[in-house]
């Protein structure tokens, strides 16, 4: 089983609409994060958790939100989507005393 | 707001040549600098991460750091079709990307 799980892989959904992304991890490491990736844009921090008490805003929060439910689980939450958050998101753990950040698969979001 | 800036590319090289690929960052006081790796639909996997001045080597790739001149390039040595990917640069423990540098490999 992979180390970094994202639900859904796939999604469309309309303007409007909320809809939540989740995360799950089995590596044990007390960061997670959020991205969003889009053409020609790179990957752009969403938002952030340090542990389960800490969570921060990134680069680009406005119109998401974030729950931190467990060490292992972080979802992210789009209340009202609107169609410029049609984009790749991926999710991404690391443990505080390393560098290295370990990426799940990805969930392409669309939305109409 | 932190900027970090790759050429988009595409960067074309013959198999087994040098492939040199660049950034630049525009915070002084950054600290730790990645490179990732992402194969077109996966996700970025980290291959190098270098803190201090000077060159970091890990087989065939190089890390080599800057920070009076405020870039970090990624050299891959002996080029491999199956480098053929986009490379991102991330500054300061992942929280800044660059829109990363498609490269080919030519067989």
């Not at chain 1, 997670?32 to 844009?41: I, T």
């Not at chain 1, 505080?96 to 969930?107: A, C, D, L, R, V």
């Not at chain 2, 087994?16 to 990645?34: E, H, P, V």
Request: proline share 4%.
């Amino acid at each position: 089983d992979a180390d970094v799980t994202q639900t859904p892989r796939n999604r469309i959904t309309k303007t409007g609409k909320r809809i939540m992304l989740e995360c799950s991890q089995t590596k044990g490491h007390d960061r997670m994060y959020w991205y969003r990736q889009d053409p020609g844009l790179g990957l752009r921090l969403i938002y952030y958790s340090f542990d389960v008490k800490d969570i921060n805003k990134g680069e680009i929060s406005d119109g998401y939100s974030v729950s931190r439910q467990a060490q292992a689980k972080f979802s992210l939450s789009l209340e009202s989507a609107i169609p410029n958050q049609t984009a790749l998101y991926f999710c991404a753990t690391q443990q505080g005393s390393s560098y290295e950040q370990y990426f799940g698969p990805g969930t392409r979001l669309t939305v109409t | 707001q932190k900027e970090v800036e790759q050429n988009s590319g595409p960067l074309s090289v013959p198999e087994g040549a040098i492939a040199s690929l660049n950034c630049t960052y525009s915070d002084r006081g950054s600290q730790s600098f990645f490179w990732y790796r992402q194969y077109s639909g996966k996700s970025p996997e980290l291959i190098m991460f270098i803190y201090s001045n000077g060159d970091k080597e890990d087989g065939r790739f190089t890390a080599q750091l800057n920070k009076a001149s405020q870039y970090v390039s990624l050299l891959i040595r002996d080029s491999q079709p199956s480098d053929s990917a986009t490379y991102l640069c991330a500054v300061d423990v992942q929280f800044y990307f660059g829109t990363g540098t498609s490269l080919t490999v030519i067989p």
